[in-house]
């Protein structure tokens, strides 16, 4: 199994759908999660963290499933400028110095009109 | 305002010819990381620093040097620049390199896009 996968996309959807974006991870012992969003050419932000108990963020919602190494991202209602590419990111660090980030190959979302 | 810079965002040089690409956080971050972005490839670290004077490899180091003399700076070094390193470049930095996850937030600098003839 890769470091982190994502789904390859691209994801094409209309304006109000909901979509969800999924993230399988190697590394049992990871001890952060992390999706980000990049907008092309530019540079990667963070859209959320990810913690076990699942968190939400107005129309995003993040779970985390460390039993199966998965981790999703859900958008509702979505709009025209939630069109980016969607990053999975897990710190697989073991120790302190042992830190590293993996990220996904990215997910490419385009929302129509 | 808190940000990481990087310089040059653009750059076209050639075979041979050593260049520096700079970048400096002003949020006092322990964590330093540099990654290139290649079509189909993603992200990949190239090296990382958890704090002065310590620095690391990371998945793709091959024909790169880093230092980290000051906890701002953490400059990226191409002594001699081949075409397979046309990359977009990427710096990066967080709080720490563990503990609490909201401490592992990585900030990006603008990115510089290097050509390499």
């Known amino acids: 199994r890769k470091e982190v996968e994502q789904d390859p996309g691209p994801f094409n959807v209309p304006e109000g759908a909901t979509v969800a974006f999924n993230c399988t991870y190697s590394?049992?012992?990871?001890?952060?999660f992390f999706w980000y969003r990049q907008d092309c050419r530019k540079e990667p932000k963070l859209l959320m963290s990810?913690?076990?108990s699942g968190n939400e963020d107005g129309r995003f919602t993040a779970q985390l499933n460390r039993a199966s190494q998965y981790i999703s991202l859900l958008i509702r209602d979505s709009k025209l400028s939630d069109s980016a590419t969607y990053l999975c990111?897990?710190?697989?660090?073991?120790?302190?110095?042992?830190?590293?980030?993996?990220f996904g190959k990215g997910t490419l979302l385009t929302v129509n009109p | 305002e808190a940000q990481v810079t990087q310089n040059p965002r653009y750059l076209i040089t050639v075979t041979g010819k050593k260049l520096t690409v700079t970048c400096s956080q002003n949020?006092?971050?322990?964590?330093m990381s540099w990654y290139r972005q290649d079509p189909g490839l993603g992200l990949r670290q190239i090296y990382y620093?958890?704090?002065?004077?310590?620095?690391d490899k990371g998945d793709v180091p091959e024909g790169y040097k880093v230092s980290r003399k000051e906890k701002r700076n953490f400059p990226l070094i191409l002594e001699s620049p081949s075409p397979n390193q046309t990359s977009l470049y990427f710096c990066?930095?967080?709080?720490?390199?563990?503990?609490?996850?909201?401490?592992?937030?990585?900030?990006f600098g603008p990115g510089t896009r290097l050509t390499v003839l």
């Open positions: 990066a930095s967080s709080l720490t390199s563990g503990g609490r996850t909201v401490d592992n937030e990585q900030f």
């Open positions: 590394n049992s012992a990871s001890q952060s």
């Open positions: 990810v913690y076990s």
């Open positions: 990111v897990v710190n697989s660090a073991s120790g302190g110095s042992n830190y590293k980030l993996t």
């Open positions: 949020m006092n971050h322990e964590y």
């Open positions: 620093s958890m704090n002065v004077e310590v620095t």
